[in-house]
Structure formats: C-alpha cells, structure tokens
C-alpha cells in the first residue's frame, strides 16, 4: 500500500501489450475489485497507527521506489533511451499530445509506456499510431512506480536510442513523489483548468523539467491568465520554462520538438562524458 496517499498495492499492477484483436478486461475489472476490498481492510488497521509509524513506511516507500528508480535510470542510460514522465490532471491532453508528436517526429524511434487505473483505450489509441506501447493498469493504484516501470521495459524492450514517453496516472498529487528513473518530468495542464493550479499543486510543479499549457486555443473562452500562471509557477520552480501550445491547431508544438531534441543532446552529452572517463 502507498503510505503517502493509502493507495491499492503495486502488486495488482496489470502489464499488458495491446493486440489487434479484442479481448474480455472483464476478469481485470473483478480482480481489482477485490484488492480495493482488500486495501480497505488494510486502511482500518492503518488508522490505529501512530502518526510515526506512518512516516517511517512512507519513507521506506520512497526509499525503496528511489533505488528501484536508479536502477532503471542505469539501464536506460546504458541503452541511451531518454525517458520523460509525463504527468497531468485527466483530461489535459496528455494522450493526444504524445499522438500527435509520433506522428510529427519520424527521425527517432519512440515508445510509449501508458498509465490508467483501468483499461487500455489509450494504449489502444498510441498503437493506431504505429509506435510501440505496453499498458500499465494501476487498480486502486493512483500512480505508476519504479517497480512498475522496470516490468515494463521487459514487456516493452524499447530499441536503442529511444525516445520514450511515461504517460503517468492522471493525478498532479502523489506522481510528485515517485521517482520512475525519467530524465525529466513533464507537466501538461489545460488552460480550462485554472490559473492557479500550479499553487494547488506545488509540489508536482516543483519537480518539473518543462510545464506545458494546452489548449490555448480555447483561451478566448475561457478565464485563464497566461502571465499569472507563468507567475505561479515561477514562483514554485524559479528555472522552469512554461511552454504555451494546442495540440489541436500545432501552435507551440514547435517548441516543443526544440525542448525534447535540446533535452535528447544533453543526455548524449552527458553520456558521452561518463563514457570517457570511465
């Protein structure tokens, strides 16, 4: 169970390569079913804890997931894969954002992992794309870890030189505080969501490499002020860049195409510098 935010156990992680053809999920949806009864349970006992106790499970939650996560951060870096985590509230556009970036980027091989508590309609949607993806179900889980992610290359086995996408959870709470051995952290959020959802969410905010704001193109209809965000967030992560686009229209895209060729160099850099030292 995760202590931080009482979660089903990782156990019930579902890993499953999307076919051609149709399958029953009907069995997966009772299985899950019956952890969630099970974490219940646990959450009863849970209760009579002292406040202590909870903090010292937390932290060798996190300890464990943070050795887990270098772990997997040694193997991608060893097949120099390039690993974003990206993270948002449900429905920011996080799936047609990845769509549409495989369908516009052909001079890299990409792979995506994907994220949901049930079912695979967004595994399903990337492999009408063509790229390779494998589905992670969650169950009652709110977040995808290290231990997840690391079953995951197995089933996925991403080529060399891969760009490789973490479509998380959609939750901006406990993502935050999983290390899944990623290169960065991407947050999206979506201009119908408020201004002020980097200072409702801090600490997701905090751990961002890039924060994108999508559907600007809804702006004129919305109340959503670009600069005050911009503000929110700067006052979170003082280095972050805020990068403005639609995925519907292609505005921003560009840029970020930039980001990630920017962020792909650097890793190589960075690789190749430990290559001669060693």
């Given at each position: 169970m995760c202590a931080?935010?009482?979660c089903g156990n990782d156990a019930t992680?579902?890993?499953t390569v999307p076919h051609d053809h149709?399958?029953?999920h009907g069995g997966h949806h009772h299985d899950h079913g019956d952890s969630h009864d099970h974490h219940h349970d646990h959450g009863a006992d849970h209760m009579?804890?002292?406040v202590t106790e909870t903090i010292t499970l937390e932290q060798k939650i996190l300890a464990k997931n943070d050795l887990l996560a270098r772990h997997n951060r040694d193997w991608l870096e060893q097949r120099n894969i390039v690993a974003f985590n990206m993270t948002s509230s449900p429905g920011a556009g996080k799936t047609t954002l990845l769509e549409r970036t495989i369908g516009e980027l052909d001079e890299v091989p990409?792979?995506?992992?994907?994220?949901?508590q049930e079912t695979l309609l967004d595994a399903e949607r990337i492999k009408a794309t063509g790229c390779a993806v494998v589905q992670i179900n969650t169950g009652a889980g709110c977040h995808l870890d290290a231990d997840m992610l690391r079953r995951a290359f197995d089933a996925l086995a991403p080529a060399p030189g891969?760009?490789?996408?973490?479509e998380n959870v959609g939750n901006l709470v406990c993502p935050a505080l999983f290390d899944l051995g990623e290169r960065s952290k991407v947050v999206v959020i979506s201009v119908t969501e408020g201004t002020d959802k980097p200072l409702k969410y801090p600490h997701m905010f905090a751990a961002a490499g890039l924060v994108i704001v999508n559907k600007t193109d809804l702006l004129p209809y919305v109340d959503f002020d670009l600069d005050k965000c911009r503000e929110y967030v700067r006052s979170i992560n003082?280095?972050?860049?805020?990068l403005p686009i639609s995925v519907t229209t292609g505005d921003g895209m560009a840029r970020w195409y930039d980001w990630l060729a920017k962020e792909r160099f650097a890793a190589?850099?960075?690789l190749d510098h430990v290559v001669e030292r060693a």
């Open positions: 931080t935010c009482g992680a579902m890993i149709d399958h029953d009579h804890l002292p990409i792979a995506v992992i994907e994220g949901d891969t760009l490789l996408f973490i003082p280095g972050v860049e805020m190589s850099a960075s």
